[in-house]
């Protein structure tokens, strides 16, 4: 990864922590949960946030049915070309392509004895 991506990436996440910050000091997620139950979902510019502001809901959706939620989004088609039609790590959905990518990944290029310390 190049450090211009790493350093917008980095950017883009101290941004939502300080935009997280700035939302809950107002206490609009307290608000929203009051109002709308304890999973809702907010449009914050062209994305689509989802609230799980419930422990058992998170748990249950994060540990009981991890494998239904882990998957990525699908991609418009420029992305396909961009993301080389998800067939690196990065960009697979989440199943037998993605772990098999992984396992070659880590038998072969991240193995001990190739990686120089």
């Known amino acids: 990864m190049s450090s211009n991506s790493n350093s917008n990436s980095n950017s883009s996440d101290r941004q939502f922590i300080m935009d997280r910050k700035k939302l809950r000091r107002l206490g609009i997620l307290r608000n929203l ?17 989802i609230f799980v502001a419930s422990h ?4 249950q959706a994060l540990v009981q049915q991890g494998a239904v939620f882990s998957d990525r989004p699908r991609v418009v088609p420029i992305g396909a070309v961009v ?3 998800q067939r690196i790590t990065n960009s697979a959905s ?8 992984r396992r ?14």
């Open 104 to 117: 070659n990944l880590m038998s072969e290029i991240l193995h001990p004895s190739h990686v120089k310390s």
């Open 56 to 59: 058992s809901l998170a748990y």
């Open 83 to 85: 993301n080389s039609n």
């Open 33 to 49: 949960k009051v109002e709308y139950g304890p999973l809702f979902t907010l449009n914050i510019g062209s994305c689509s946030a």
């Open 94 to 101: 989440y199943g037998p392509v993605w772990r098999l990518l």
